[in-house]
T-cell receptor, first 114, second 113 residues
Framework: SAVISQKPSRDICQRGTSLTIQCQVDSQVTMMFWYRQQPGQSLTLIATANQGSEATYESGFVIDKFPISRPNLTFSTLTVSNMSPEDSSIYLC???????????FGPGTRLTVL | QKEVEQNSGPLSVPEGAIASLNCTYSDRGSQSFFWYRQYSGKSPELIMSIYSNGDKEDGRFTAQLNKASQYVSLLIRDSQPSDSATYLCAVRGGNTNAGKSTFGDGTTLTVKP
């Protein structure tokens, strides 16, 4: 399977600031997904990012709060804007790596907002 | 009703026993079914995929799918302490969420030496 990396792996941020998380894949992929996982909870899909088009956001998530870029088939960024303590979570990028709808996850970014 | 429901857990089994993890889903049009293992502090790792009714075996893991009952399970034979983790069931390709995976809340398994 491909290697998926995320930067940063963790960060502690102040309320009101923004953080951009990078996701890099070592092969070209069509679909990339951004998830949030709050402590002790399951995965919540934030948005789907396809190269060359606007990201598609899930209910409860908006572009102003979570802008996403997808400049090419191996890279995407998720920005968490105007952060509050409620944004403290693990943010995960995920990609489809086979024709069988199998999704693989990056190592995650652990965000703490003070 | 949640779209994907799993055993509420936590589940505890002795080392060497069979651990049985269950999952039901609501979208009858779902096509693809997955089990992920997530260790504490780590990201989910895909361990099994199943697409047609019946059993699929991979080492100590067996996935079972019954589309008529909208049920998928994961059996772990000869459970080891290293199997202690949260197991997430994911379903994809349904009528309501085509192209996206829907995850259950997970079942936490503890294998006691």
């Amino acid at each position: 399977s491909a290697v998926i990396s995320q930067k940063p792996s963790r960060d502690i941020c102040q309320r009101g600031t923004s953080l951009t998380i990078q996701c890099q894949v070592d092969s070209q992929v069509t679909m990339m997904f951004w998830y949030r996982q709050q402590p002790g909870q399951s995965l919540t899909l934030i948005a789907t990012a396809n190269q060359g088009s606007e990201a598609t956001y899930e209910s409860g998530f908006v572009i102003d709060k979570f802008p996403i870029s997808r400049p090419n088939l191996t890279f995407s960024t998720l920005t968490v804007s105007n952060m509050s303590p409620e944004d403290s979570s693990i943010y995960l990028c995920s990609v489809d790596l086979s024709s069988y709808n199998e999704q693989f996850f990056g190592p995650g970014t652990r965000l703490t907002v003070l | 009703q949640k779209e994907v429901e799993q055993n509420s857990g936590p589940l505890s089994v002795p080392e060497g026993a069979i651990a049985s993890l269950n999952c039901t889903y609501s979208d009858r049009g779902s096509q693809s079914f997955f089990w992920y293992r997530q260790y504490s502090g780590k990201s989910p790792e895909l361990i099994m995929s199943i697409y047609s009714n019946g059993d699929k075996e991979d080492g100590r893991f067996t996935a079972q799918l019954n589309k008529a009952s909208q049920y998928v399970s994961l059996l772990i034979r000869d459970s080891q302490p290293s199997d202690s983790a949260t197991y997430l069931c994911a379903v994809r390709g349904g009528n309501t969420n085509a192209g996206k995976s829907t995850f259950g809340d997970g079942t936490t398994l503890t294998v006691k030496p």
